[in-house]
């Protein structure tokens, strides 16, 4: 493979497609980019350079109490666009909201209309092994946030800066790719 995959969308079989249509465009911010006359198929955007980034398709076939993905996970760029996000979902009324500090990201987790778990999230400037999830409080001031990261990813085993991480997994990927 000569260049490297990066996820470009996500689609979702769901039950109702204008109630999801309503959520992704009214709290999370997308517009839709195209889609089928007849509503079976609608692609969302936030992206002018991705046509699509979701994918909502009519004719969900499976529980409605089991969610369709794991997670659809959005990298929102700066903590206060975390905390932006997370006073958004909150203010509308969305289910199962989590604010996590991963050590190597801040995230906030919630439910959108059909239960499938959204989370958005930015890098923090280091790496700590994963899995680790702390729970924080997203109301605090950014600066706050960030001196209480690094004081606990810097008494974790295996910190170090998101830069040393970056560059021993850009060795191990050129090795596979020599291999």
């Known amino acids: 493979m000569d260049t490297a995959p990066r996820l470009s969308h996500v689609g979702l ?18 517009v839709v980019s195209d ?4 509503g079976r198929i609608t692609f969302l955007s936030r992206n002018p350079s991705d046509h699509h980034q979701v994918v909502l398709v009519r004719g969900r076939q499976t529980d409605p109490e089991v969610p369709m993905v794991q997670q659809v996970s ?6 206060d666009q975390v905390q932006k ?9 969305c289910e199962g909201i989590r604010p996590i500090c ?21 890098d923090t400037p280091w790496y700590v092994p994963q899995p680790l999830g702390i729970k924080i409080d997203l109301d605090k ?33 050129a090795a596979k790719l020599q291999a």
């Open 13 to 30: 079989y769901v039950h109702d497609v204008a109630k999801m249509i309503e959520f992704y465009t009214e709290v999370l911010g997308f």
């Open 35 to 38: 889609g089928a006359d007849d």
């Open 74 to 79: 959005f990298n929102v760029g700066t903590l």
């Open 85 to 93: 996000a997370f006073r958004k979902v909150r203010d509308a009324g």
């Open 102 to 122: 991963h050590g190597n990201a801040w995230s906030v987790y919630f439910q959108d209309p059909e239960g499938n778990q959204i989370e958005m999230f930015c």
């Open 141 to 173: 001031p950014a600066a706050e946030l960030v001196a209480e990261t690094e004081a606990f990813c810097r008494d974790r085993d295996g910190f170090m800066p998101i830069e040393e991480w970056r560059a021993a997994i850009s060795q191990k990927i």
